[in-house]
């Protein structure tokens, strides 16, 4: 008999391989190391292990992005390994010493190479508000590419970083200036959740990702959202290796999706978000 369950695409994954673990400044780990599986992360992980941790979660396709931490050659041997099952997110930094044009181009050659199909970034990283004007031309650049902004919403984990940066009513005004722009907002915009519900429910092309939640603790205003009438606007991911994919659907059959809703949350709406095929 054929498998029933709904294809599943992870919307926020990062390649974690061994050799750029090695060069990470050890306080990066400090939440790590209160993580269960916190030893694996200082150790770095092979593509293998994503692939096979996919394979045995029954998640079909994941969207891998670089980020401060990860380079986006780490991306592109991810996505040249495995062009079935990754698709590339990239990650670049408009105040590097050169400036944000060579930031630009780095995402135009990114998307023309080798079919990335977003750019992550995480401004709390550079103590930077998302509506400041350096990142414009990268919006302005997603929407030429047809490409999807993904960004970190939400307060930080870290201590030493400010949550400001991530409030949603930044995303509201990034949408504003830039309508044809596709935005999928990570985190679920938490302890700000109604306001990042109220900015996806404006905007046509603003959509929210779970990555880094546990679906027990999902806010009861986003289940509501999910169940109802934002069942076309939320995205399944599970920030792994951050939370392990069995963590991150750990609670999901205790929300009582409807079959419908469920495959929205756990494809589709990935697909329409990044403009992939089905």
Known sequence: ?????????????????????????????????R????????????????IEEMDANGVSRALCSAGPLIPNDDVVQAVTRYPDRLVGVASVNPWSVDGVMPAVHE?????????FKGLKLEPFILDKLPT???WYPLYAACVELDITLQ???GGTGPSTYTSETGRPGHIDRIAIDFPELRIVAGHIGWPWTEEMIAVAAKHPNVYIDTSAHLPKYYPEAFTHFLRTYGRRKCIWASDWPILTFEAAMEGLPELALKPEVERLFRHDNAVEAFALRA
């Open 151 to 153: 960004i970190q919403v």
């Open 1 to 33: 008999m054929p498998d029933e369950r709904p294809p599943i695409i992870d919307a926020w994954v990062q390649p974690w391989l061994p050799e750029t673990v090695a060069k990470m400044p050890s306080r990066n780990f400090t939440l790590a190391d």
């Open 107 to 115: 995402l135009r050659r990114l998307v023309s190479e080798h079919g």
């Open 132 to 134: 400041e004007a350096q």
């Open 35 to 50: 993580m269960a599986h916190g030893a694996r992360l200082r150790a770095g992980m092979p593509l293998e292990t994503l």
